[in-house]
């Protein structure tokens, strides 16, 4: 079972995921250096969580995009 993030986690990673939609990839680590040079004044913890979920996140958007794709090539 997965964790259940709350709303505001949520919120936020979106929010930065469309904001800026090429700056952030797959990797955990990346994600959280970034972040943590986007929000300083915001917790470890917190940017961990955030960096977390903006991870998958960003696979979930990429995997559906690749699977809209084989959709479109197969009709």
Known sequence: MGSIRPFNV???A???AEKYP???TEKFEEN???LE???PDVSKRT???ISGYLTRYVVKKKEKAEREIEENAAS
Request: proline content about 0%.
């Open 10 to 12: 949520k919120r936020t």
């Open 37 to 39: 040079k986007m929000m």
């Open 32 to 34: 959280k250096r970034k």
């Open 47 to 49: 940017i961990n969580i």
């Open 14 to 16: 979106e929010e930065i």
């Open 22 to 24: 090429s700056l952030f």
